[in-house]
């Protein structure tokens, strides 16, 4: 995983105090990104996942999520953040498969 993807999670993280729900997230939010860049779940699947993931971790750090504001502010933060998670990802599929495909040409003597 990117340090980019490490350093998202490690910001949303940020007011969470509990060591055994930081794992939890940050393994879930993982576990999100690497289906995706496996090909095992879409980009929409994954950003609704990722949204819904970070939705969760701002609703309960922030005292204003049941007001409606509150609540649109938190959608908003957690469509930016599942965002930049999606594009770090997608950045290192098209990384890994250059990476790749170099490596066959390396072995085949046409690069």
């Known amino acids: ?8 999670i490690l910001t949303l993280l940020g007011d969470i105090q509990d060591p055994t729900m930081r794992a939890n997230i940050a ?5 999100i990104v690497d289906a995706f ?17 970070c939705e969760g971790v701002l609703a309960m750090t922030d005292p204003e999520a049941i007001t409606p ?3 649109q502010r938190i959608k908003e933060r957690a469509e930016a953040i599942a965002d930049s998670i999606l594009k770090v990802a997608k950045l ?4 890994q498969s250059v990476m790749r ?3 066959e040409r390396t072995r085949m003597g046409r690069f």
Do not use: V
């Open 27 to 31: 393994t879930t939010i993982t576990l």
């Open 101 to 103: 495909r170099t490596a």
């Open 37 to 53: 860049t496996a090909g095992l779940a879409d980009y929409e699947e994954a950003r609704k996942d990722l949204i819904d993931t």
């Open 69 to 71: 504001e509150g609540k």
């Open 1 to 8: 995983m990117s340090a980019e993807i490490q350093r998202h």
């Open 92 to 95: 290192t599929m098209i990384r």
